[in-house]
T-cell receptor
């Protein structure tokens, strides 16, 4: 069956450290993968897209990798700040729509 | 653009009542999606439209749910009759392409529905 798995437990890190979130998928062949941020009481907000032929993508303090052999994407936030605390969701294409993972809660402590 | 606008933000209704959720997508976005989010099941796609035409409604849980898009700037999701298990946050999203492309989906702030 098709699955998208993200760390089910919250990730707690200290301010200034690098946060690394994982997204694994099974029985999908996405041409690209997206990451979103969701704050409490708000809708998800698009952050980054990475295509299957791209190994790595960067945007400011964010870095995403995409390994189609491992069927995995890693999402890094460097020099993390308390304002980065949120739920982060990965999403991948399935036909003409996006399917979302359940998300990982990130808490950055000062 | 003010983004995707959903109303109401919160809705509390009694079991058996009809509920209508509303969405105004971003102008120029040809795709509109309705998602439901719960702790147990995460974000689930209910239905999506392309140029106001329903394309895939396979995620609609049952006949009690219906969605319409009478024009490019308005869509509704209706639940009749509502049941307690319908309690969730309902999101509307719009995009330029079916998988979002370089800009992803733009989501509204959601409607938190509670059926008592």
């Amino acid at each position: 069956s098709q699955k998208i798995e993200q760390n089910s437990e919250a990730l707690n890190i200290q301010e200034g450290k690098t946060a690394t979130l994982t997204c694994n998928y099974t029985n999908y062949s996405p041409a690209y993968l997206q990451w979103y941020r969701q704050d409490p009481g708000r809708g998800p907000v698009f952050l980054l897209l990475i295509r299957e032929n791209e190994k790595e993508k960067r945007k400011e303090r964010l870095k995403v990798t995409f390994d189609t052999t491992l069927k995995q994407s890693l999402f890094h936030i460097t020099a993390s700040q308390p304002a980065d605390s949120a739920t982060y969701l990965c999403a991948l294409g399935d036909g003409n729509k996006l399917v979302f993972g359940a998300g990982t809660i990130l808490r950055v402590k000062s | 653009d003010a983004g995707v606008i959903q109303s109401p933000r919160h809705e509390v209704t009694e079991m058996g009542q009809e509920v209508t959720l509303r969405c105004k997508p971003i102008s120029g976005h040809d795709y509109l999606f309705w998602y439901r989010q719960t702790m147990m099941r995460g974000l689930e796609l209910l239905i999506y439209f392309n140029n106001n035409v329903p394309i895939d409604d396979s995620g609609m849980p049952e006949d009690r749910f219906s969605a319409k898009m009478p024009n490019a700037s308005f869509s509704t999701l209706k639940i009749q009759p509502s049941e307690p298990r319908d309690s969730a946050v309902y999101f509307c999203a719009s995009s330029l392409s079916p998988q979002g492309g370089d800009y992803g989906y733009t989501f509204g702030s959601g409607t938190r529905l509670t059926v008592v």
